[in-house]
């Protein structure tokens, strides 16, 4: 008996501390430590064990983003003078259970069951099961696809598919205050992988990230982990510098320049970019990066872009047959096409038998609408009747 005794006496010291332990709702503002309105108007439950990050935002009704999966959840919330019949929306960043299936732990309750006016909103790719399980007890639900504007509780939110650690992912985004719900997209100091059984992807990941790049980002209110205030976007760029060390496969940091080089040669470009600017950042009279960077600039059709960056390394290798015909392609890029020829030019001069240089001539001469003159040229003529003359006469209407 005593030992019995000793034992429940070491559980309910053991839950008591469980319980200290486990989150509160606070105040988004309280946590943020801003005056801001907007995050004044939004309760914040960080995630506790297998339940992600839940946010509330109130106004004329209540909306919930992620409704997580702890059952004491709502209990909390409840006790705090929310009323079920309050919330009206259920936002949901992806489909994943520890973010998703709260969802079911709100519909339990008598009120909610009864009135059945709570609107599920998910991407269009949400997992089928749990659309099932929402049709089946008869409530709402809304599909998006991404670049919609969504009302939630007298806000406006942009929807953002952000695919790559599921293949439904949504960022929810507030231009006002630049303030994104990134669910598990982007985490402070952590990456989510990709879930393939949930199609997460890599690339999709990349396509994901780039997105939010593009916004002006500046608080981060993630799916785990508390939010970020003001350092939005370096939490973005370290998920991009993540996604980018998984792709050349490299767990510690590299040189910049030499991430660059091996995300060129897999093809990612603009992630090879965005490293030689890391690069130029420290150095900026680095000439592998600059001549890195210029290149992939052309391949990306940001030809403008690119040409200062040819015309530097000139000015330290005029006589660099590769530089000559990287500068020749990009002002055929910019449709300055006879300018190109003395590029192409310098290098026949240098070697007449240099095959790119003699396509590009006549690549560059045809567009210029000088056809005769293109088909002089033995080389070009060869590529013309095989793969180019259909591009180039598309390019020439």
Same mark, same amino acid.
């Given at each position: 008996?005593?030992?019995?005794?000793?034992?429940?006496?070491?559980?309910?010291?053991?839950?008591?501390?469980?319980?200290?332990?486990?989150?509160?709702?606070?105040?988004?503002?309280?946590?943020?430590?801003?005056?801001?309105?907007?995050?004044?108007?939004?309760?914040?439950?960080?995630?506790?064990?297998?339940?992600?990050?839940?946010?509330?935002?109130?106004?004329?009704?209540?909306?919930?983003?992620?409704?997580?999966?702890?059952?004491?959840?709502?209990?909390?919330?409840?006790?705090?003078?929310?009323?079920?019949?309050?919330?009206?929306?259920?936002?949901?960043?992806?489909?994943?259970?520890?973010?998703?299936?709260?969802?079911?732990?709100?519909?339990?309750?008598?009120?909610?069951?009864?009135?059945?006016?709570?609107?599920?909103?998910?991407?269009?790719?949400?997992?089928?099961?749990?659309?099932?399980?929402?049709?089946?007890?008869?409530?709402?639900?809304?599909?998006?696809?991404?670049?919609?504007?969504?009302?939630?509780?007298?806000?406006?939110?942009?929807?953002?598919?952000?695919?790559?650690?599921?293949?439904?992912?949504?960022?929810?985004?507030?231009?006002?205050?630049?303030?994104?719900?990134?669910?598990?997209?982007?985490?402070?100091?952590?990456?989510?992988?990709?879930?393939?059984?949930?199609?997460?992807?890599?690339?999709?990941?990349?396509?994901?990230?780039?997105?939010?790049?593009?916004?002006?980002?500046?608080?981060?209110?993630?799916?785990?982990?508390?939010?970020?205030?003001?350092?939005?976007?370096?939490?973005?760029?370290?998920?991009?510098?993540?996604?980018?060390?998984?792709?050349?496969?490299?767990?510690?940091?590299?040189?910049?320049?030499?991430?660059?080089?091996?995300?060129?040669?897999?093809?990612?470009?603009?992630?090879?970019?965005?490293?030689?600017?890391?690069?130029?950042?420290?150095?900026?009279?680095?000439?592998?990066?600059?001549?890195?960077?210029?290149?992939?600039?052309?391949?990306?059709?940001?030809?403008?872009?690119?040409?200062?960056?040819?015309?530097?390394?000139?000015?330290?290798?005029?006589?660099?047959?590769?530089?000559?015909?990287? !500068? #020749?392609? $990009? *002002?055929?890029?910019? /449709?300055?096409?006879? =300018? @190109?020829? +003395?590029?192409?030019?310098?290098?026949?001069?240098?070697?007449?038998?240099?095959?790119?240089?003699?396509?590009? !001539? #006549?690549? $560059? *001469?045809?567009?210029? /609408?000088?056809?005769? =003159? @293109?088909? +002089?040229?033995?080389?070009?003529?060869?590529?013309?009747?095989?793969?180019?003359?259909?591009?180039?006469?598309?390019?020439?209407?």
């Amino acid at each position: 008996m005593p030992e019995i005794q000793e034992k429940e006496k070491r559980l309910e010291s053991q839950e008591k501390v469980e319980e200290a332990e486990r989150p509160t709702w606070k105040r988004l503002s309280d946590v943020l430590e801003t005056d801001d309105p907007f995050f004044n108007k939004i309760l914040f439950l960080q995630g506790y064990d297998f339940s992600s990050n839940i946010y509330v935002i109130m106004g004329d009704y209540v909306t919930i983003i992620d409704p997580g999966n702890d059952y004491t959840a709502f209990i909390q919330l409840f006790d705090a003078g929310i009323k079920p019949t309050d919330i009206k929306k259920i936002v949901i960043t992806h489909g994943h259970r520890d973010h998703v299936m709260g969802t079911f732990e709100l519909f339990r309750y008598s009120d909610i069951m009864q009135n059945r006016d709570i609107e599920v909103i998910l991407h269009k790719e949400g997992p089928f099961e749990f659309k099932e399980m929402i049709k089946k007890i008869e409530f709402p639900f809304k599909e998006i696809r991404g670049g919609e504007t969504i009302e939630v509780s007298g806000i406006e939110l942009e929807a953002i598919h952000t695919p790559g650690h599921t293949i439904d992912g949504v960022t929810y985004y507030h231009a006002p205050t630049k303030s994104a719900f990134t669910g598990d997209t982007v985490l402070p100091h952590a990456m989510a992988e990709p879930d393939k059984n949930a199609g997460g992807n890599l690339n999709y990941y990349f396509y994901g990230v780039k997105a939010l790049l593009n916004k002006d980002i500046q608080n981060i209110l993630p799916g785990h982990g508390l939010p970020v205030k003001e350092q939005g976007k370096i939490v973005l760029e370290q998920t991009y510098e993540s996604l980018m060390m998984k792709a050349i496969g490299v767990e510690k940091k590299i040189r910049w320049t030499d991430g660059a080089i091996q995300l060129a040669q897999k093809g990612l470009l603009e992630e090879a970019v965005f490293c030689c600017d890391k690069a130029l950042a420290f150095n900026p009279n680095d000439i592998q990066a600059i001549q890195l960077k210029a290149f992939c600039l052309t391949d990306l059709d940001k030809c403008e872009e690119a040409l200062p960056l040819f015309d530097t390394l000139l000015s330290e290798k005029k006589d660099d047959m590769g530089i000559l015909i990287g !500068k #020749g392609r $990009a *002002l055929m890029g910019v /449709g300055r096409y006879l =300018e @190109a020829i +003395e590029y192409f030019d310098k290098v026949l001069q240098i070697d007449p038998k240099v095959k790119d240089a003699q396509v590009l !001539k #006549g690549m $560059a *001469l045809y567009l210029a /609408g000088k056809f005769e =003159e @293109a088909l +002089e040229i033995e080389g070009f003529k060869e590529e013309f009747v095989g793969r180019f003359r259909e591009t180039l006469e598309r390019r020439a209407k």
